[in-house]
């Protein structure tokens, strides 16, 4: 099993940033993905989530309205649309994915960092 995140890198205040997280060797396929990010000195935080289907989102409040997540799985990969990014938003992002309540699976953690 693996999930392979992407797409960190260094944006202004106020740019985008697109970051894909790529699964394999995941079965069945109906998992949910997450997306996870720790800042230097702070724990590791909820992001956004969405179902296997993509009907359902969720997003914490410190995102809601700047970052959309969504997933083809046809290509088994899971995307995080930043917009509007404040240097706040830097930090490791991390993927991942989960069958029940439990978050057993990770990626390595992509870094972003935003700064002008």
């Known amino acids: 099993v693996q999930l392979q995140a992407s797409g960190g890198g260094l944006v202004q205040p106020g740019g985008s940033l697109r970051l894909s997280c790529t699964a394999s060797?995941?079965?069945?396929?109906?998992?949910?993905v997450g997306w996870f990010r720790q800042a230097p000195g702070k724990e590791r935080e909820f992001v956004a989530a969405i179902s296997w289907s993509g009907l359902s989102t969720y997003s914490s409040d410190d995102v809601k309205g700047r970052f959309t997540i969504s997933r083809d799985n046809a290509k088994n990969t899971t995307y995080l649309q930043m917009d509007s990014l404040k240097p706040e938003d830097t930090a490791v992002y991390y993927c991942a994915a989960r069958y029940d309540s439990n978050w057993s699976f990770w990626g390595q953690g992509t870094q972003v960092t935003v700064s002008s």
């Open positions: 060797g995941l079965t069945p396929s109906n998992y949910v």
